[in-house]
C-alpha cells in the first residue's frame, strides 16, 4: 500500500541483501581519533591537554558557534594527541583530531536530563539538551539538530524519515527494528518541541519488519506511519515532502518555511537518549556491505578507525575498494585509517574491479529521465565540459541534489555527477572572485573620486583664497588711499598752522 | 559508479539488430544487391573511421567498436539503391563518417544524422545513380554485374517507386493498380515498423520521436488531401511507401541529432513528418526523409533551449 508517487529515481534492488538485519555490539575500541572540524560552522577548540585523563561522554571540545555542537569523548581513557590527522572527506584532507587511549574501564560522566517525564520540560530545555548532546542528522548530511529545531517556530507537521532508500545500508532499518520505542518515544518528544499537530513517520515499503516494529510501538494518534515506493531518492527531504504532503518547497528554501520539519529516524532516536537522560551521541551503527564482506550493521564508538571496523567482519583476504556513505551518494576512499563518525551511514567494502571507461554522451536522454529534480543531466554535462558556467546556471544546476541517479544509468559510464559537483565548485570559486573583483573595483573607483574630489575641493579653496585675497587688497587699497587723504589733511592742516603761526 | 541497463555499444548493437527484418524485406524484394551495399558499406565505414580516429589520435578499436560507423553505413547503404554503383555508397559513407562525425568530434558530437548527411551529399552529387531501382528481382550474378559496373543497368531498372506513383498519379492513373505495385515497400515498411516497436519495447528509444513523425505525416498529409484527394498521394500510403518507418523509427531517433527533451521530441518529431509529406508533395525529390531531418537538425538547439521540463521548486 504505497499512494505515494515520485517523478524520476531509479528502483535498484539491494545488491548485498540479508535474511535478517541485526546489530552486532562492537568491542571497546583501543584507541579513537575524533575530529574537531564539524560538517558547518567553525572548528572546536579543545577543552583538554595531552594527558588529560577522560571520561566517556565528557565534552573536550567545544565553540562558540551557534550551528556547531560539542564535541564527547567516545570513551574513557587519556588524551594522548592533538594534532592533524586524516578525517572522512573525499579529498584526504588532514585536519586537527583529539586522540584518546582506551583505559578499558569505559567510565561515564555523570549526566541528567528530564527524565522519562519529559512533558514537564519546557522547549528550550529539550533543545538545549540536545544541543550539548552533540546530536546531529544521522542521516548523511550531518546538520545540527537543535538548529533545525530552533527554527521550527510554527511547524505543522513532523516528518521522521525513515526510508534509507540508498541501496544496501541497512543501518536505520535495523535501528528502526531493534529499537521501535526510542523511535516513537523520540517522534513524541520532537512533537512536544516543535509543537507539530500531526508526525508521519516514513518507511519504504521493502523495510516491512521495521514497519511492523513502529506499528506494534506507536499508540499515539498524532504520528501515523507512511509506507513508501522503495525507489532511490524516495529519501531527499525535499522529495519526501512534496510525496507526503503535496508541498513543494521552492529552490533554495527550506522545509521550515513552509512548516514541516524534517529528522532521521537515527536521530530521532538520539534526540530520545539526549532529551531523556542527556546521554551524548558517542556511537552509531554502521552498515558494513560489499561484496568481500558479509553484510552487517555494527554499533561502533565514534572515533573507531575504518579498518578496524572492517576488521570485525569476515572481510576476505584480496584487494578491496573502499566507499563510504551510500553506494549512490558516498564517495571513493582510498585510505581505511580515517575515523567514523557521526555522518558515516556505510561502508563498502569491495573486490577491487577494473573502473569503465566513459564514452561519449550521445544524448539518449536517460538521465533526464530519472533526475528526480526534473534537470537535463545531458546538457548541463555538455557545457559543465566546456566550463560555460553560465549555461549551466542556466540549466538550473544548483538544484541538482547529485544523487547520482543520471551517473547510474548514463550508458556511456559518464561519472555525471562528478561533473557538476566541479561545475558548481568552479560556481563557487567564480562568484567568490566576482565579489572580490567588484570591491576592487569600487574600492578603485571610490579612489578616483576621492582623488577628483580632493582635487575640486582644493581647486575651490584656492580659488576661495584668491577672492579673499583680492577683497582684502582692494579693501587695503580703498583704506590706503583713506590712509594717504588722512594724512595729506593732517599735512594740509600743519601747513595751515604753520602758515597761521608764522 | 554502479551501472544499470545497457551500455552505449549495446544500444547501437541491439539497434542494428532491429533492423534485421526490415533488411530482410528489402533483400527478398530486390535481391543479392542489398546486402551487397550493406557489406560496401559497412567496410568503408569502418576503413574511414579507423583511419579518421588515428589521425586524430584516438584509440581505434575502443572508439570502433561503438558500432556507430557501422549503423550509419546500414542505414544509408538501405537508403540507396541495391543496383546503384559501388563507388556510389562508398564515397557515401566516407563523406557521412567524415564530414558528418569524425569532423565534429567523433561520436556524439555531431549536430546532423551522419547517414542522412550522406544520402543528401549523394542525392545531390549523383541524382541519376540514386533514383535507380529495379523493376524486377535480379540474380547475383546480375547484380555484381550492375553494381560493379559490368553491365550497364539500363533495361533492368526503373524510377524509384515514390516518384513513380507521383508521377503515375499526375497523369491520371487508377490508385488500386499502383497499390498493388507497392506491395514490396509495404512489407519492407512493415518490416522496420516491426523492428521500431522491438526498440520501444527494449526501451532503447522513447516513444516520442517515432508516434510524433507518425502524427505529423498523418496531420499533414490530411490538409493536403482535403485539398485533393485525386492529385496527391492518398493518406495511408504516406505510411507505408519510401522510408517512412525506417525514418520514424531509425533515422529521427538518432540521438545525438535529435532533441533530447521530453517536449523538444515531440516537437521535432512532429515537423519532420510534415516536412516528409510537403518535400514529398511538393518537392523535386522523390522523398523527403532526409531533408527533413537535416532541417530539424538543425532547429534542435533552439528547441531544446525552449522546452526545458519544469524543475523542482521552481514556477
Known amino acids: 500500500m504505497s499512494d505515494y508517487e515520485f517523478a524520476g529515481g531509479v528502483v535498484i534492488e539491494n545488491p548485498y541483501p540479508v535474511d535478517q538485519v541485526k546489530i552486532i555490539q562492537a568491542p571497546l575500541p583501543n584507541h579513537v581519533v575524533l575530529p574537531l572540524q564539524q560538517r558547518i560552522g567553525d572548528e572546536a577548540k579543545p577543552c583538554v591537554k595531552v594527558g588529560d585523563r577522560v571520561l566517556t561522554g565528557q565534552v573536550i571540545a567545544q565553540t562558540q558557534d551557534q550551528f556547531c555542537v560539542p564535541i564527547h569523548a567516545s570513551i574513557s581513557g587519556t588524551v594522548v594527541d592533538i594534532s592533524q590527522q586524516i578525517i572522512p572527506h573525499k579529498s584526504g584532507l588532514k585536519a586537527n583530531c583529539i586522540s584518546i587511549e582506551s583505559d578499558g574501564k569505559d567510565e561515564w560522566i555523570k549526566t541528567q536530563g528530564c527524565g522519562n517525564d519529559f512533558l514537564q520540560c519546557d522547549r528550550q530545555t529539550m533543545i538545549d539538551y540536545v544541543q550539548r548532546s552533540g546530536i546531529v542528522g544521522l542521516g548523511g548530511a550531518g546538520f545540527p539538530s537543535h538548529t533545525k529545531l530552533n527554527k521550527a517556530v510554527d511547524c505543522h507537521t513532523l516528518i521522521i524519515n525513515g526510508t534509507e532508500c540508498e541501496p544496501g545500508v541497512m543501518c536505520d532499518n535495523a535501528l528502526m527494528q531493534h529499537h521501535p520505542r526510542e523511535v516513537i518515544r523520540g517522534v513524541e518528544i520532537l512533537l512536544h518541541i516543535t509543537g507539530a499537530k500531526k508526525a508521519i513517520i516514513a518507511i519504504e515499503n521493502d523495510k516491512q519488519e521495521a514497519y511492523q516494529a513502529l506499528l506494534m510501538f506507536n499508540h499515539n494518534d498524532k504520528i501515523s506511519l507512511a509506507q513508501l515506493p522503495a525507489k532511490y531518492t524516495s529519501g531527499a527531504e525535499k522529495l519526501l515532502i512534496k510525496a507526503l504532503l503535496g508541498i513543494e518547497i521552492p529552490s533554495g528554501g527550506f522545509a521550515a518555511d513552509k512548516g514541516v520539519l524534517c529528522q532521521n529516524v537515527a536521530s530521532t532516536k538520539a534526540i530520545f537518549d539526549a532529551v531523556i537522560e542527556q546521554r551524548p551521541l558517542i556511537s552509531r551503527i554502521v552498515t558494513i556491505t560489499g561484496d568481500a564482506v558479509t553484510p552487517v550493521n555494527i554499533e561502533l564508538r565514534l572515533g573507531t578507525s575504518f579498518e578496524q571496523a572492517i576488521s570485525l567482519t569476515d572481510v576476505n583476504a584480496q584487494a578491496h575498494d573502499y566507499r563510504m556513505g551510500g553506494m549512490m551518494m558516498g564517495v571513493d576512499i582510498v585510505d581505511i585509517k580515517m575515523p567514523i563518525c557521526k555522518i558515516t551511514n556505510c561502508i563498502f567494502v569491495n573486490n577491487k574491479k577494473t573502473q569503465q571507461l566513459a564514452k561519449e554522451c550521445i544524448r539518449c536522454g536517460s538521465c533526464n529521465t530519472v533526475c528526480p529534480i526534473g534537470l537535463l543531466p545531458q546538457q548541463i554535462y555538455w557545457h559543465a565540459k566546456g566550463k560555460n558556467i553560465e549555461k549551466c546556471m542556466d540549466y538550473n544546476l544548483l538544484d541538482c541534489i547529485e544523487c547520482a541517479c543520471c551517473s547510474y544509468v548514463c550508458p556511456s559510464h559518464i561519472d555525471l555527477v562528478n561533473y557538476f559537483s566541479f561545475a558548481k565548485a568552479l560556481h563557487n570559486k567564480q562568484t567568490a572572485d566576482q565579489h572580490k573583483t567588484d570591491i576592487a573595483r569600487d574600492r578603485f573607483e571610490f579612489r578616483e573620486y576621492r582623488l577628483e574630489r580632493n582635487k575640486k575641493e582644493r581647486a575651490q579653496m584656492m580659488a576661495d583664497k584668491k577672492q579673499a585675497l583680492k577683497e582684502k587688497m582692494a579693501k587695503d587699497k580703498v583704506q590706503g588711499q583713506a590712509q594717504k587723504d588722512k594724512i595729506a589733511q593732517a599735512m594740509e592742516r600743519v601747513k595751515k598752522n604753520k602758515e597761521k603761526n608764522a | ?315
Not at chain 2, 544500444?11 to 530486390?30: K, P
Not at chain 2, 497523369?171 to 522491438?198: C, E, K, M, P, R
Not at chain 2, 518537392?283 to 530539424?296: K, N, R, S
Request: no cysteine.
Open chain 2, 1 to 315: 559508479m554502479h551501472n544499470a541497463g545497457l551500455s552505449t555499444n549495446q544500444i547501437m548493437r541491439q539497434v542494428i539488430y532491429a533492423l534485421a527484418l526490415g533488411v530482410s524485406a528489402s533483400y527478398v524484394f530486390f535481391g543479392f544487391g542489398v546486402i551487397i551495399q550493406i557489406l560496401l558499406g559497412m567496410v568503408s565505414a569502418l576503413t574511414v573511421e579507423a583511419l579518421f580516429l588515428a589521425l586524430r589520435g584516438r584509440p581505434v578499436l575502443e572508439s570502433i567498436s561503438d558500432g556507430s560507423a557501422v549503423l550509419t553505413a546500414i542505414l544509408l547503404a538501405i537508403s540507396i539503391p541495391s543496383i546503384a554503383p559501388w563507388w556510389v555508397v562508398v564515397t557515401g559513407v566516407a563523406f557521412a563518417v567524415i564530414f558528418g562525425k569524425q569532423l565534429y568530434g567523433g561520436l556524439g558530437n555531431n549536430p546532423f544524422n551522419p547517414a542522412m548527411l550522406g544520402y543528401a551529399f549523394l542525392l545531390i552529387s549523383y541524382p541519376l545513380q540514386m533514383t535507380t531501382w529495379p523493376v524486377d528481382y535480379l540474380s547475383f550474378s546480375q547484380v555484381v554485374d550492375v553494381v560493379f559496373n559490368l553491365l550497364h543497368f539500363d533495361g533492368i531498372s526503373g524510377a524509384t517507386r515514390l516518384d513513380d506513383v507521383k508521377t503515375s498519379l499526375s497523369l491520371g492513373s487508377d490508385i488500386a493498380t499502383l497499390q498493388l505495385q507497392s506491395i514490396s515497400q509495404a512489407w519492407i515498411n512493415i518490416g522496420f515498423l516491426v523492428g521500431g516497436v522491438y526498440l520501444l519495447a527494449r526501451k532503447i528509444i522513447f516513444w516520442h520521436i517515432p508516434a510524433a513523425v507518425l502524427s505529423g505525416i498523418l496531420a499533414m498529409a490530411l490538409v493536403i488531401s482535403m485539398f485533393d484527394s485525386q492529385t496527391y498521394l492518398p493518406v495511408q500510403n504516406h505510411f507505408l511507401l519510401g522510408g517512412t518507418m525506417l525514418s520514424a523509427f531509425f533515422i529521427a531517433t538518432d540521438p545525438v541529432s535529435a532533441s533530447t527533451t521530453p517536449k523538444g521530441r515531440l516537437i521535432y518529431g512532429f515537423l519532420i513528418g510534415v516536412l516528409i509529406v510537403v518535400i514529398r508533395t511538393y518537392g523535386g525529390y522523390p522523398d523527403g526523409i532526409a531533408f527533413a531531418v537535416l532541417l530539424m537538425n538543425m532547429a534542435v538547439p533552439l528547441i531544446d533551449h525552449y522546452t526545458q521540463p519544469k524543475v523542482f521548486g521552481r514556477s
